[in-house]
């Protein structure tokens, strides 16, 4: 054993050298650390954190730093700050620091909406050097470059993206792979052409298949998704359900054993309520076709017919937009079941067997005030409200506090988001916000809405322009049109209509961000655009017309007067412009005109609109009510399907329908085509 005083004397010895080790880790601790800048890892401090280390860094560092803050003020929304940022940026980067620049400066050009000058700096990035998070950052700006689009290239994105999430990030990757494949017709994705190696892609694919043929029947959905779990367990839609998938799976069918149908019965809107209340009766007993020679029925009054039909030929909500029953009517509430009329027992069409043994309670609501009517209905005992018509007393419903569940038949001025309220409505607005989509799908840019000067033409523009906006595009110009005796005189006159106008200076839909992987692209800001004019010559390309024949057969020469007949601006159309009786002169004055109607009236069911049409004496205004309530029927048997199910959609007789998160119904309409003479789908 050795001395105790030797082993103090080895300690003392070896003691200076720690003491160094330990100075110069200190010391070492104090300088830049490099390692610990990782500009591939995620951004998990503010902007003014990253500055600050870039100034107090070396040369050394100071660039990652720089990059990490230039993220941070992208996340923040600070684009100037960002922009002199990048512009600071040294010469001479490593081959890391170049691919994080790349993907940066294209998240700055993308947040401004230059997709197209993001593009080749996406192009120029390397996946290969990407870490992880760099990667799912890349996908995301692949995807907002799309714009939204629904492509073959989208779709793989997502699925190229999907492996690389977690948590929200990973659902919300799953929701928007589901949301583009379901933007694509049947035509679209039955004509994709993939790899047989996509596993993963042809599994979407053959889900997205099960849905279209399940959708309306919530056991056979279940049953087609269990099994398609079953044939691509690998599939991560098999692991995580999209949103709307899921909610479908766990809804249950709304009760519509008593169904309350509350309309006027009385008054002016009498003859709209008596051609909803036939839809909604044929739709309920099955009918699908006419009988081979059916007896033409009279609508309820036909003064009231007459004189509402130039008003409500544009669009069905017009007339109804306002309370306009008699002060003094005094009809009770039929809360028995209503029969059918006289003139539908004579000769009505085939039926299959009824949708339902729901029973149908009919109530007016022009007897009394809607309170009491909805009071009587819930102690009737109805499961389901379907009404009122009149807006005012929709707002008044919204408002009430009602435990029933409510299809109203209108939409407010102002929509309220209650969970057993929706909102279903034949307005000009749909048919505007339709008319932005299809117009901006063929390509143009830079329309122009030929509008009357009334109240019609106000909600038009500022529909359509809210839409347009959402869509991406700039401002929308508008013109307005008087009187037909007005468009008389300026067509004798050889004045014509010079497509020129003033901005819509509507208020825009509240824009929504991307933020997915890290990556957030904030909205951009919108602008109040300054007061200008455009001239046919200064880049118009689209017309949408809202008129009525009378007017459309004015206008449609007065702008030939001004653009010439060989103009390449495109012509489009309301429904308000087509009714029954356009002979094969009038389809040869529109010939080129693309015009939108209900797919009822455009020939989705040719003997029922045929039926339809000879029953309300060929009043296109009536036959689109008489579709409403056909409609309505299937919607109140689709309840809580559309209340709980984002996504929701149908085809129905006035459009493809589905349902936003606050559950209003909008439809996606038809469009046609006067071509020679015959009309023909438009492309």
Not at 126 to 136: E, I, N, R
Not at 420 to 441: M, T, V
Not at 503 to 509: D, K, L
Request: hydrophobic share 35%.
């Amino acid at each position: 054993m050795l001395p105790s005083k030797v082993v103090r004397h080895k300690a003392g010895r070896f003691l200076p050298v720690i003491l160094a080790g330990l100075i110069l880790a200190a010391c070492s601790g104090q300088g830049p650390q490099t390692s610990t800048v990782n500009i591939q890892g995620p951004v998990t401090a503010s902007s003014a954190y990253y500055l600050q280390q870039a100034q107090q860094s070396s040369d050394d560092s100071k660039t990652d730093w720089q990059l990490l803050a230039i993220r941070a003020l992208l996340k923040e929304g600070k684009y100037p700050e960002a922009t002199q940022q990048l512009s600071q940026l040294p010469q001479q980067l490593s081959e890391t620091q170049q691919q994080e620049s790349l993907l940066l400066r294209a998240q700055l050009l993308i947040s401004q909406q230059k997709t197209k000058e993001a593009e080749p700096l996406l192009a120029q990035v390397k996946t290969g050097s990407l870490s992880q998070d760099q990667l799912a950052r890349y996908y995301s700006l692949q995807i907002a470059s799309a714009q939204g689009r629904p492509s073959l290239s989208l779709l793989r994105t997502y699925i190229a993206q999907e492996p690389l999430l977690k948590g929200t990030d990973h659902q919300a990757n799953i929701d928007a792979t589901w949301q583009t494949l379901t933007q694509m017709s049947p035509q679209e994705a039955s004509n994709l052409v993939i790899n047989a190696d996509e596993n993963v892609l042809q599994g979407w694919l053959d889900l997205l298949a099960v849905w279209r043929a399940n959708a309306q029947d919530a056991e056979m959905l279940k049953s087609g998704i269990k099994d398609w779990q079953t044939r691509y367990p690998q599939n991560p839609a098999a692991k995580t359900l999209p949103t709307q998938l899921s909610q479908m799976q766990n809804y249950t069918k709304a009760s519509t054993s008593i169904i309350a149908l509350l309309l006027p019965l009385n008054g002016q809107a009498q003859v709209f309520a008596n051609a909803i209340q036939k839809g909604f009766n044929d739709a309920k007993n099955g009918v699908t076709a006419p009988v081979a020679q059916p007896a033409a029925a009279q609508p309820a009054s036909a003064d009231a017919t007459a004189s509402t039909q130039p008003a409500a030929a544009g669009s069905a909500a017009d007339p109804i937009s306002a309370p306009q029953q008699s002060a003094d009517t005094t009809t009770q509430p039929q809360s028995q079941p209503q029969s059918q009329s006289q003139s539908q027992s004579q000769s009505q069409p085939a039926a299959a067997a009824p949708a339902s043994n729901a029973q149908i309670k009919v109530y007016d609501t022009s007897s009394q005030p809607i309170e009491q009517v909805m009071q009587q209905a819930q102690q009737d005992g109805a499961t389901i409200v379907v009404g009122p018509l009149l807006k005012s007393n929709v707002e008044k419903v919204a408002n009430s506090q009602t435990p029933l569940n409510v299809l109203a038949l209108n939409e407010p001025e102002k929509i309220q988001n209650h969970p057993n309220i929706c909102y279903f409505a034949l307005s000009p607005e749909d048919e505007a916000r339709d008319a932005a989509h299809h117009i901006w799908d063929q390509g143009k840019r830079q329309p122009l809405l030929l509008v009357p000067r009334s109240g019609l033409g106000d909600r038009v523009t500022n529909a359509f322009a809210q839409e347009w906006q959402t869509l991406g595009g700039s401002t929308v110009m508008q013109q307005r049109f008087g009187t037909t005796s007005e468009l008389k005189q300026g067509i004798n006159s050889g004045a014509g209509i010079s497509l020129s106008g003033t901005p819509v200076n509507a208020a825009p839909a509240e824009p929504q961000g991307v933020s997915i992987a890290g990556l957030t692209i904030p909205a951009p800001q919108q602008s109040t655009p300054d007061v200008v004019s455009t001239s046919s010559g200064g880049g118009v390309d689209a017309v949408y017309i809202v008129s009525t024949q009378d007017e459309l057969q004015l206008i449609k020469p007065m702008i030939a007067m001004r653009t010439g007949s060989r103009s390449n601006i495109s012509l489009y159309a309301s429904s308000r412009s087509a009714q029954a009786g356009a002979g094969p002169d009038f389809r040869l004055e529109m010939d080129g005109l693309q015009f939108s109607d209900i797919p009822l009236l455009s020939g989705s069911n040719p003997g029922l609109m045929q039926q339809t049409s000879k029953s309300f004496n060929n009043d296109y205004s009536l036959v689109r009510l008489y579709a409403m309530g056909m409609d309505a029927w299937t919607l109140a048997n689709h309840f809580n399907q559309m209340r709980q199910s984002a996504g929701f959609t149908l085809d129905g007789n006035t459009g493809k329908l589905s349902a936003d998160t606050d559950c209003v119904i909008n439809r996606k309409l038809t469009w046609n085509q006067y071509r020679r003479g015959e009309i023909a789908p438009a492309n």
